[in-house]
């Protein structure tokens, strides 16, 4: 999945960016108070998707 795509995503669920890290964006869920890293390349394996979802306490594409 594209990066912004799943960027759209979270913003729809309520997560909150955070930071710029060295390879990683740090997103946060204010409902679940949880944080998780979406790593900033243009493609994003789905399983990955999926564990970033989980993390956050949102749902899943």
């Known amino acids: 999945m594209k990066r912004k795509n799943f960027l759209r995503h979270l913003a729809r ?3 909150v960016f ?3 890290g060295a ?3 740090v997103f946060f ?3 679940t108070k949880k944080f ?3 790593p900033r390349h243009n493609e ?3 399983f990955l998707i999926r ?3 989980r ?3 949102i749902r899943e594409i």
Do not use: A, Q
């Open 13 to 15: 669920e309520g997560c």
């Open 18 to 20: 955070v930071r710029e």
């Open 23 to 25: 390879k990683h964006s």
């Open 29 to 31: 869920n204010p409902l």
């Open 36 to 38: 998780s890293t979406v």
């Open 44 to 46: 994003i394996d789905n």
């Open 51 to 53: 564990k970033i979802c």
């Open 55 to 57: 993390d956050l306490g």
